[in-house]
């Protein structure tokens, strides 16, 4: 059984090289994601009910609900979530994804991300910033104009710019900014201004000179922008690795706040979950551990693609964010080689004498080994309505693999040697 | 004695440490760099005189020659500058500096960078790109053509935009792009996009469309158009801390493809020279060692700053230009941490767990290890007229140390212990 297991895996990664990811288009996401209907609330991580949603991601749906025109008020807000109006599900169950909480609802606008090689377009969320911000669970005033201002404004601009462009190989930029220390996850110094220079040009093209500096400024203040269309571009690439008999590669870990999830190739797209952990970080003035929401987010994709804390040890600067010495975020990466496959062909971190990053998480090896992937992420506060407090490291419960290898077995009628 | 040595040497590297480069200006050099006159050449590395000059900085004057309109043709300009018309000097001794041969003649746009701390303006060429240009002795129509609209269009417009800006502060973006495995002499690969970002959208606002393009892709393909600016940065800071009596510190490393001279604090102006060394280097197709000139160009004021080689750690990515590996990149800076007296405050390497490129070059302790100053830098052809066609690794003579010792005893009247 072994060898059909190694073949498959093998095709897993053939496919995770071969793919792309080009960022092609804005759309509301009415228009672009599956499955998007009113009153539809697709959310980060595997699927969760309204009662078991954390603070953070409930302040998300407060502020979605407002600014769909669903609800006037907070209350009015949580009334209509608790009424069973609206429905609920993974972003993940409709080529969709978000950091954080991830809550995407019909009018807003998405980035749209194609792996051209498959075929796939995966949408998400824009980036809004660090801070106070809806994707933290955040809904202020001040959140909301910020949220009106990208749908209204920054989108349409940057979807004329991407026009003129062709498209933005958001590969090529990673490949690059891996050269360049970043981990393309809590570190973007290096994405975010390649970003910028290959856009400017297109946006000083297509826009209108107070727009364009404002743009211009918005993405270099919010620092990781390119992340969410890195998210698309990794859960485009990997969902082609998905539902390949006989492959115990991870092709998802995503986060809800409540419980972490992941999913295996060759279990397709059943979910296995455990509580979300907590988070081990570097607070912000004025908050602490306390105040902390357990591990919630999408962006884990990066981490599944071999970014992410995986690729740590290109990045050493990340541990001034999320915490550590360069020397454990050599570690680190160091320990994620033993639970993968494979390393990526083009993308190499030069701290490592060019060595490809860690690539195709194999579920028979973090059972062997007993060492869970590392996830470099920002920190919710717990509470509805205040945003971001922090930034830290967690790892995926073991839990999930332990569940993910019983249904792996099943699938083969066999037990797994 | 030697109290007295390391006081002057503390003093040196305050002043260096509290130095700072804002690029704040673009002017025609006959308006801005001091002993700039008509039929007025100065060039890169020490004195040199026409009948020793290397091919490519001959090349260079040929071409700045027709630039200038003293001359229609490479004869012409041959014989001007054989006649003795021309006036040529070091730019070192007239506040201005150029990579390669680094020729800056009265009618070319360059660069102002100020030293804020110390009141200390310097100039530097416009960067033209790589390949065919300038500085490394081509002069053909496309050279020619590119010097006029750099000066004509692009010159004036970058100007604007960064008196829009109020200035931009370059050691600002090289602590930053250290962080992002830049060494700042032949690894620009974050300063630049940086630069691009901090400069955009003053471009936009007050810049035409199409010409705003232009310059942003001229920029951005350039690749290293930052390093002009960071070298007249670097040589402002470093002039500063010149003419400290009893001070062992190198003040400037520069090669005008004849001879490499090195300035030393305690000896104030005067040059310890040798014979420019060869290149061990990476060459383009179709070149070789056999093609290449000596060691050229003021860029290694990089290195005496404590950048480019001695910063080579904290850019593992860049032996992929100048050959080596990453491990010999770390070799260099811990044995350049051998020949300095301090490390920087504010420029730092991950790769090193945060700590300060090796600053202070002391002319006692390279004599008594034996070990000299690494320079990365380019490759000009020999031969007039052809360009760059590598790029490597070289050293300091020590012979210059040697010599700068004997003149530094003399200066104190008693012998170095």
């Known amino acids: 059984m072994s060898t059909s297991i190694k073949r498959a895996n093998q095709e897993a990664i053939r496919r995770i090289e071969e793919g792309n990811a080009m960022w092609v288009d804005l759309r509301l ?12 609330v697709f959310h980060a991580g595997p699927p969760v009910a309204w009662r078991n949603m954390c603070g953070p991601m409930r302040g998300a ?54 792996n051209e090689r498959f075929g796939i ?26 949220l009106r201002w990208m749908n209204h404004e920054l989108a349409p601009l940057l979807r004329l710019a991407l026009h003129d462009a062709g498209g933005i190989d958001l590969m090529a930029i990673a490949a ?24 400017a040009p297109h946006l000083v093209k297509v826009g209108e000179r107070d727009k364009v500096i404002e743009a211009l400024r918005f993405i270099d203040n919010a620092g990781h922008f ?25 092709t998802t870990i995503a986060r809800n706040g409540y419980q972490t999830g992941i999913r295996v190739s060759g279990t397709g797209d059943q979910w296995f979950t455990a509580p979300a952990p907590v988070i081990k970080g570097v607070f912000f003035p004025g908050f602490g551990p306390e105040d902390a929401n357990p591990d919630m987010g999408d962006s884990a994709i990066t981490e599944t693609m071999g970014l992410g804390s995986l690729a740590m040890a290109g990045a050493p600067a990340v541990v001034q964010y999320v915490g550590g010495t360069p020397e454990f975020a050599v570690e680190t990466t160091m320990n994620m080689y033993e639970i993968t496959v494979a390393e990526h062909k083009t993308l190499k971190m030069p701290t490592l004498n060019f060595r490809g990053t860690p690539l195709g998480i194999d579920i028979r090896k973090v059972l062997e080994t007993g060492v869970t992937p590392v996830i470099n992420t920002g920190i919710s506060c717990k509470r509805a309505g205040v945003g971001q407090i922090g930034a830290g490291l967690t790892a995926v419960p073991i839990e999930c693999f332990e569940k993910a290898i019983e249904a792996f077995a099943a699938t083969r009628g066999v037990s797994v040697d």
């Not at 996401?29 to 539809?40: I, Q, W």
């Not at 891996?178 to 290959?198: F, Y």
């Not at 690795?241 to 115990?248: E, F, R, V």
Request: charged share 20%.
């Open 29 to 40: 996401a009415r228009e672009v994601v599956p499955g998007m209907d009113e009153h539809t």
């Open 61 to 114: 749906i407060i502020g979605a609900s407002m600014f769909e025109g669903w609800a006037r008020t907070p209350d009015e807000a949580i009334a209509i979530a608790e009424s069973g109006k609206l429905k609920f599900d993974s972003s993940h169950h409709h080529r969709a994804i978000g950091p954080m909480s991830g809550i995407i609802t019909p009018s807003m606008q998405v980035n749209v991300v194609r």
């Open 121 to 146: 377009d995966t949408c998400s969320t824009l980036y809004m910033g660090t801070g106070k911000v809806l994707r933290h669970g955040a809904y202020d005033e001040t959140v909301m104009a910020k």
């Open 176 to 199: 690059q900014a891996l050269q360049m220390g970043d981990e393309l996850h809590n570190r973007n110094k290096a994405s975010n201004p390649l970003l910028i220079t290959k856009l």
């Open 226 to 250: 390119i992340l969410n269309m890195v998210m698309a571009g990794c859960k485009g690439i990997l969902d082609a690795a998905s539902g390949i008999p006989g492959s115990t590669i991870v």
